[in-house]
């Protein structure tokens, strides 16, 4: 005897209000990621799940895709009344760009999903932008150091080529004859001054040169 459509019908619905009751009777969780739900490309992120206290599982899964999740029963309690689970993104890229939920478990029943958390991935992944920013300051530097040493050289021409201790005393070397000749050239008012007596001839007469009026001198003095 087959059953009536009434009798299952009923079973249906039992079977629903069952199903029910074992999964989404708890309350939601909240969802948020850390250390921001934007992060660049190649940077680690965590997605935390926190939920009431007593919860023995959380469950972090796609929105789109509710066959897509990871489990984890490694649950930290947080005070009195609450509990949370951490998920880690090593390094996110684009394909980490998704709206996630949580959901946690108490014996046999799942809570209700929490809200999504919209993860969105910029920028440049981090090994590109250290190269981006390492080559103009490599630059910078490699120019810096060409105009220091440009302004070096242009110092040193005008200052010009350094003398030795050598070079610097032969000018005084080339000076010291003449004051020797200066030390033994004799005063001519020394020569002219001759002991003089009464009567003495004027013997200013101009000779060719010093010789000369020495010679006129002792003449002079001898006449008289």
Known sequence: MSPRPTTLLGLVLCLGHTMHTQAGTLPSCSTRAEPDSVSPQGWPVTIVCRGPAGAEEFRLERKDDRNDFKDEKTVFQIGPHQTEARFGITTV????????????????????????????????????????????????????????????????????????????????????????????????????????????????????????????????????
């Open 93 to 224: 890229s684009g394909d980490a760009a998704q709206h996630y939920q949580c959901l946690y478990r108490k014996g046999n029943h799942w809570s209700e999903p929490s809200e999504p958390l919209d993860l969105a991935v910029t920028g440049l992944p981090t090994e590109h932008l250290y190269i981006l920013i390492g080559v103009p300051v490599a630059f910078l530097l490699c120019l810096l150091l060409l105009g220091l040493f440009l302004l070096h050289r242009r110092h040193e021409r005008k200052r010009g080529p350094p003398r030795s201790k050598g070079e610097e005393q032969r000018p005084q070397e080339r000076l010291s004859p003449a004051v020797d000749v200066a030390d033994e050239t004799p005063d001519l008012a020394t020569v002219d001054r001759l002991p003089e007596k009464s009567g003495e001839v004027d013997t200013s007469f101009p000779g060719p040169g010093i010789r000369n009026r020495i010679s006129w001198a002792v003449v002079a003095h001898g006449l008289s």
